[in-house]
C-alpha cells in the first residue's frame, strides 16, 4: 500500500523541491514568530490584568494572531500533507481508484481555497478605511489581509505538495494495469 508519508521525498525534481523546501522554512519561520508573539502577548496580558490595569487592546491583537495562526499553520499542514484528506480511505483502495480520488480531492480543495481567495479579496476592498477599535492605528485591511494570503499560500503548498505525490501514483496505477 502506498502512503503519503513515503511518497512526500520522493520529488526528483530539484526545481520543486527547491520551492517546496523554500515555502516549509519560511511557514515554520513564520508560525514560530505568531506562536512566540502570541505567547509574550497572552502572557502580558494577563500580567496587567492581574495588577488592575488591564491592556484595552491584549484580547483583540491576541484574537487576531491566533486567527494567523491559524491560516498560516493550515498552509503548513497542506504543505506537509497533514490536513484533513482521509489519507487511510484513499490509500487502502486500488491504485487507479486512488489516483482518481487525489486527483478530485486536490480539484476540490484548490477549487475551494480559490474561493476563499477571492472571497477574502472582496472583503479587504470593503474593509478599506477601518480600523482595529483597540488600535485605530491599525487598519482592518492589514489585519484581514490574512485571509486571502492564507488561501493563495494554501493553493501553493497544495500543488507543491502535490506534484510530489503525482510521480508515485501514476507509478502505482500503470503497475495495476500491467
Not at 9 to 31: C, F, W
Not at 125 to 136: E, N, V
Amino acid at each position: 500500500m502506498l502512503n503519503e508519508r513515503f511518497v512526500r521525498h520522493a520529488v526528483t525534481d530539484p526545481v520543486t523541491r527547491k520551492y517546496r523546501n523554500a515555502l516549509e522554512q519560511s511557514l515554520e519561520v513564520v508560525m514560530l514568530v505568531l506562536m512566540i508573539a502570541l505567547t509574550v502577548i497572552v502572557i502580558v496580558g494577563v500580567g496587567f490584568r492581574k495588577a488592575g490595569a488591564a491592556l484595552v487592546w491584549y484580547d483583540e491583537v491576541a484574537s487576531i494572531l491566533l486567527a494567523w495562526l491559524t491560516y498560516y499553520g493550515a498552509s503548513l499542514a497542506a504543505l506537509k500533507r497533514a490536513h484533513i484528506g482521509f489519507p487511510k480511505f484513499v490509500y487502502s483502495r486500488a491504485p487507479r481508484l486512488r489516483l482518481f480520488l487525489v486527483v478530485c480531492r486536490e480539484i476540490i480543495v484548490v477549487g475551494f481555497f480559490v474561493l476563499v481567495a477571492w472571497a477574502g479579496w472582496r472583503v479587504l476592498q470593503i474593509l478599506d478605511g477601518t480600523y482595529l477599535a483597540s488600535l485605530p492605528s491599525v487598519s482592518t485591511r492589514f489585519t484581514q489581509s490574512v485571509i486571502p494570503i492564507g488561501a493563495v499560500l494554501f493553493i501553493i503548498a497544495e500543488l507543491l505538495s502535490f506534484a510530489e505525490t503525482w510521480p508515485a501514483l501514476r507509478k502505482a496505477a500503470r503497475k495495476q494495469l500491467e
